[in-house]
């Protein structure tokens, strides 16, 4: 980015440039001082090496006798260490100088243009240039040059700050309307510098940093019109309600409400986490267990992950794209092994996209113990065929928590043992027109470990044997009954 210092200045006047009038009064001068006068005309024209009276620099005169080089030197510092204060709306954004925006002046070529003034080209040019040097009408700018990295470097962390992702409208499939929608508002990091250049050319010291604006695609007015009017796909599971699982109801109705009527326009990808939000008191969230690197323990949000992989079967199952998704360590016991999916926030996300040419819209609902998600659009576009099969398993291993509230010699069991699975799954979407798309994935579930927490001085020895091991010790006894026969 290259730009002049203020103000705009006129360059100095060759040949070509000079009107009729200036050129014959140019030109009468030199002939009433050569039949005058030995200095005569001359003693317009400044001293070999000197700079032309008069000259300015940035809108500054240069002193008679300064050397060109050091003028230079001294106008493209003033210009760099002048400061600048971005603002955006009423707020200060931040406050620099144009070196510290990595800026620079090529010192050299300004010098050789103070230089130029009244010594380049033929007589009667060096005599006009020196006469309008004299009359001030000669101000040489200083062009700065500005790398957009540094600037973009400083505001990125305040964008990053002040950006806000545009919400897209939901529809309230009760009363058939559409929510407001909000628009994204972004700072243009690129427009700011284009505005810098502006503030330097007229010599100002605040710049406005631009923002625009961007409407969702789903907006009020799109998201009204769009027709449900036939279920795409649509899946169930069960919870608790009673007991210990009133928690963890209570955070699966509010996950699921958090989705009802999200709308996927074509082509466009939504978030789980961006939708349902964080996992707090906060957001209406409760305490209730939940899987933590594969143990069970108290937290804020258990539950959600029941709704992300009845969302995520729904969708599956309707053929929609699966951008982002992760399965559970283990296997869960509401959902049918390959569809599930676990989501933290906001590390871990649950992301679709509508493949379809019309808009999607999903209707959540959590009642009575039953959780249901139903993707509704203007038709029912694919018929989808799921086939999963077991390609591996892995056995689970003990592990042995010492305990002080058990009593001595004594065990518990904390948590049940899991053999690991491997699933291989296959989806068949059979689009209309005989067109029909293979996708083939495999989730792995490692094993869960079996955990015991003992008292002290308890026998590890008299625990029952692991699977596995009883499974050993089996074919052992049948090898050596074999071996006696």
Known sequence: MTTNGPPPAARPTTRSRIGA????????????????????????????????????????????????????????????????????????????????????????????????????????????????????????????????????????????????????????????????????????????????????????????????????????????KIDTGSVISRFETRYGEVGNQRGRAQNIRRASSQMEGVVLMPGDTVSFNANVGPRSIDNGFAEAPEIYKGEMREGIGGGTCQVAGTLHAAAYLGGIDIVARNNHSRPSGYIRTGLDATVVYPTVDLKLRNPYDFPIVVHATAEKGALKFELLGREKPAQVELLTTTVGTADYKRKIEEDGGVKDGKMVLKQKGIRGVSVRKTRTIHLPGGHDRIEVTTDVYPPTFEIWRVGHGFDVDSLPPLPQDARAAEGESASASLGTR
């Open 21 to 224: 009038p200036r050129w014959f009064a140019v030109a009468a001068l030199i002939g009433a001082a050569s039949g005058a006068s030995v200095g005569g005309a001359h003693a317009l024209l400044p001293a070999e090496g000197a700079v032309a009276k008069g000259v300015r620099v940035a809108g500054a005169t240069v002193p008679e006798g300064a050397p060109a080089e050091a003028t230079a030197e001294a106008a493209a510092e003033a210009l760099l260490e002048r400061r600048f204060t971005f603002t955006w709306g009423d707020e200060r954004l931040l406050e620099a100088s144009l070196a510290e925006l990595g800026a620079t002046v090529d010192v050299g070529a300004i010098a050789a243009k103070i230089a130029s003034v009244g010594h380049d080209g033929g007589l009667i040019q060096r005599i006009d240039a020196s006469l309008e040097a004299r009359r001030g009408h000669i101000d040489l700018p200083v062009r700065v040059t500005i790398p957009i990295e540094p600037l973009a470097d400083r505001l990125a962390r305040l964008k990053e700050e002040r950006d806000s992702a545009p919400v897209a409208a939901r529809l309230d499939l009760e009363k058939k309307t559409a929510t407001a929608h909000t628009p994204g508002h972004y700072l243009d990091i690129y427009a700011a510098a284009a505005a810098l250049d502006r503030a330097i050319a007229s010599n100002e010291r605040t710049v406005s940093v631009p923002s625009f604006d961007i409407v969702p695609h789903a907006s009020s007015d799109v998201v009204a």
